[in-house]
């Protein structure tokens, strides 16, 4: 449809570029994931930091985004294509010499 075909031109510059897309994702995931556990190291000790970083990021980070974004993929992807943007500049010095690709 219509409204789906304008945000998937949206999100096709961003995509374009796989593997600055790619690294962007993969390392801004790894410190999302760093950080919550070292705030949540300050807050909750012991076996009990283990599992409520455990629990957050698997309802959060993984299961929360599967349930929703399969019905909204392009919507929800095209109005995020600032930030991500925005992200792929910030990480880009940091990811792109990590990245060996050309």
């Known amino acids: 449809d219509a409204a ?5 031109k949206v999100i096709y510059p961003v995509r374009k570029n796989g593997n600055p897309l ?28 283990f599992i409520a970083s455990t629990f957050l990021i698997v309802i959060f980070r993984e299961i929360a985004p599967q349930a929703i974004c399969p019905r909204h993929a392009l919507q929800i992807g095209s109005k995020t294509v600032p930030l991500v943007k ?16 050309p």
Do not use: E, Q, R, W
Not at 4 to 8: C, I, K, L, Y
Not at 33 to 48: C, E, F
Not at 86 to 101: E, H, S
């Open 22 to 49: 790619l690294y962007t994702l993969l390392l801004g995931n790894v410190a999302v994931n760093a950080l919550l556990s070292i705030l949540l190291a300050d807050k909750v000790g012991g076996p009990g930091h």
């Open 86 to 101: 925005l992200i792929m500049f910030l990480i880009y010095p940091v990811g792109k010499p990590a990245c060996l690709c």
């Open 4 to 8: 789906n075909a304008a945000a998937a």
